[in-house]
Each structure stands twice: as structure tokens, then as C-alpha cells.
């Protein structure tokens, strides 16, 4: 695996390390040993699949508040996404900036987002699916969310999105 640090503490693109041959390829898209050679401490105790009917989709941007924040390692197995982290940890230089990165089933790249972000993104093709490998267990009472288009943000999505779940287009402006 390679790790590529973006411009928010923690967060990583994680592309494979493909080896190919007349059978086709192989890559490892996850292990323990390399994350912690990379820095990173995760564990996964649990894994989710988000499957999208139709492109323009937009989940998200949602978080888990301590004390579960939920570390996260997102990769598209189907499809092709733009999948986004928000810095909402108010202690980070990076504190409310945003990065992102195309996922698709063809790149078989991965995205590593830390407790304290926010991750949300939106589907660039129909019958798109995202795989997420959880670093904590969903624990409903204390899921939240941030709106996609918040100010606060400004995040420069590639389109508008054509379907959004109510809860996700109503979140309340984030309060810093």
C-alpha cells in the first residue's frame, strides 16, 4: 500500500500495490503492520457497504461524537465517488478545510479518515457501492452530521447533487 498525506492531519489516500500477470493482478488493501508503519493506529471492528442507485447521490457529511468517534477507511468497490473529509477536531491547523479524492472500483483507491472529521461524498456514476472498514462500532445516539453545502466548508463539490436524504440536506449551519 502506498499512503499520500493530504493537507488535513491524519487523513490519507491510500493507493494499492498492484502486481499483475497473465492471471490478472493482486493487492493487499488492508494491513495492520503497514497502517502502523505509516503512523496510522486502526483497527477494524466493523464493516458497512453503501450501495447507490443513481449518480448525483450524496451521503453524508456524517461523524460519530466522542467518545466514539469513528476512525474510517472508505474505498469504492463499484462505481466512482468524490468522497470528502472534513476537519471538525477544533485543536487541528487544518480546523474546518476539507480534502477530497476521486474513489473508484477501477483505482482501487481508498480514503483513511481519522475520528474528528466529518466524511460524506457523492456518487459520479450510476449503481455506484462504498465500502467502509470501521475503526469503532455505530453508536446511534451519538451520530451527527454537517450539511454538504455549509459555508463553513465551502467545499467545491463536481456537480449539485440530484438525491439527498432529508436528514442530510437539513443539518443546521456548523457553529464553530
Given at each position: 500500500m502506498i499512503f499520500c498525506p493530504t493537507d488535513l492531519p491524519g487523513v490519507m489516500v491510500v493507493d494499492l500495490e498492484v502486481r499483475g500477470d497473465e492471471r490478472g493482478s493482486f493487492a493487499r488493501t488492508?494491513?495492520?503492520d503497514e497502517f502502523t508503519l505509516a503512523g496510522i493506529a486502526f483497527t477494524t471492528v466493523q464493516?458497512?457497504?453503501s450501495r447507490n442507485i443513481r449518480r448525483?447521490?450524496?451521503?453524508?457529511?456524517?461523524?460519530?461524537?466522542a467518545p466514539a468517534g469513528e476512525p474510517k477507511l472508505v474505498r469504492c468497490t463499484r462505481g466512482a465517488?468524490?468522497?470528502v473529509a472534513v476537519d471538525l477536531r477544533p485543536q487541528s491547523p487544518s480546523y474546518c478545510r476539507w480534502a477530497a479524492t476521486e474513489l473508484s472500483a477501477d483505482s482501487g483507491r481508498a480514503l483513511f479518515i481519522p475520528e474528528g472529521c466529518a466524511h460524506g461524498f457523492l456518487t459520479l456514476a450510476d449503481a455506484s457501492e462504498v465500502f467502509y472498514q470501521m475503526g469503532a462500532a455505530y453508536a446511534p445516539a451519538l451520530a451527527?452530521?454537517?450539511r454538504w453545502n455549509d459555508p463553513a466548508f465551502a467545499i467545491a463539490w463536481p456537480f449539485a447533487p440530484e438525491v439527498i436524504a432529508p436528514r442530510d440536506a437539513a443539518w443546521?449551519?456548523?457553529a464553530r
Open positions: 488492508y494491513c495492520a464493516c458497512n457497504l448525483g447521490t450524496l451521503r453524508g457529511l456524517h461523524y460519530q461524537a465517488v468524490f468522497d451527527r452530521g454537517v443546521a449551519d456548523f
